[in-house]
Every structure is written in structure tokens, then in C-alpha cells.
């Protein structure tokens, strides 16, 4: 009979996109602490990469958002849209965010950044206002 190796409630046993998915709450946490009215009808979302456009290798393609300088973007925010009802989005690209960072108080770092730099894009305010 075949089982883990590691029990799951040890932190072993957790892929890397759970991790990062912590990463993640942590973030939006801090932020949250502060700024938990303005951020209350905000989703945050986690995906792979971004979508690219198979018709055009030169582009990447995620919703209205093109990139023809060749860079992968980290993250997107997605306007709240009346006509749809649907809430303001914040979307971190995972994999473009390991590949930069170098190791996982990097990554931590770095998904913060984001997330705060995401935030204050979609406030209208500086990151530095958001978390000094």
C-alpha cells in the first residue's frame, strides 16, 4: 500500500502553489490591517502565467493588456465593470514570479511589492502611502 511520505500537516507536504498562495494572503493581509474598507470588494486571484496569444508569438495577450517589449508581466489588475457587476481583480502571475526572485524570502518580498504596487495602482495612491 502506497502513502505520502510526509504527513500533511507538516510543511513539507505543501506544493509550491500552496506556498505561494500564502505568500499571497500574507500580503493582502498586512495590507488589509490598514486599508480593510478600500480593499473590501477586492478579489485576489492566483494563476500560472499570463495568457499569451498563440496568433502573435510577439505579444502577450491578457485581456486589454499587450506587452510588445518581450517582458511577462507579474501581475494585472482587472477594473471593477458596471455593466457585469463584477468586483475589481487583482491577478498574480506565479510562475513569472518564482523565475524572479531567489528563494522563497525573495519570493516573499517580491509577491509583496506586487501586491502593494497593484493595490495603490487600483487606490490612485503611492506605494509608499499604502505601506510605508
Given amino acids: 500500500m502506497r502513502r505520502p511520505l510526509v504527513p500533511a500537516e507538516?510543511?513539507?507536504?505543501?506544493?509550491?502553489?500552496?506556498?505561494?498562495?500564502?505568500?499571497?494572503?500574507?500580503?493582502?493581509e498586512h495590507l488589509e490591517r490598514r486599508w480593510r474598507s478600500e480593499l473590501s470588494g477586492v478579489e485576489f486571484a492566483v494563476?500560472?502565467?499570463?495568457?499569451?496569444?498563440?496568433?502573435?508569438?510577439?505579444?502577450?495577450?491578457?485581456?486589454s493588456d499587450v506587452v510588445e517589449d518581450g517582458?511577462?508581466?507579474?501581475?494585472?489588475?482587472?477594473a471593477a465593470r458596471?455593466?457585469?457587476?463584477?468586483?475589481p481583480r487583482i491577478v498574480l502571475y506565479r510562475r513569472p514570479l518564482e523565475v524572479r526572485s531567489r528563494g522563497r524570502a525573495d519570493l516573499?518580498?517580491?509577491?509583496?511589492?506586487?501586491?502593494v504596487e497593484q493595490v495603490a495602482n487600483l487606490l490612485g495612491r503611492d506605494p509608499e502611502e499604502l505601506d510605508p
Fill in 10 to 28: 507538516l510543511p513539507l507536504s505543501r506544493t509550491r502553489a500552496e506556498e505561494f498562495d500564502d505568500l499571497v494572503l500574507d500580503a493582502v
Fill in 47 to 63: 494563476e500560472e502565467v499570463p495568457y499569451v496569444d498563440s496568433t502573435d508569438p510577439e505579444r502577450l495577450v491578457h485581456g
Fill in 71 to 78: 517582458n511577462v508581466p507579474l501581475a494585472r489588475l482587472l
Fill in 82 to 87: 458596471a455593466d457585469e457587476q463584477a468586483p
Fill in 108 to 115: 516573499a518580498d517580491l509577491v509583496h511589492d506586487v501586491v
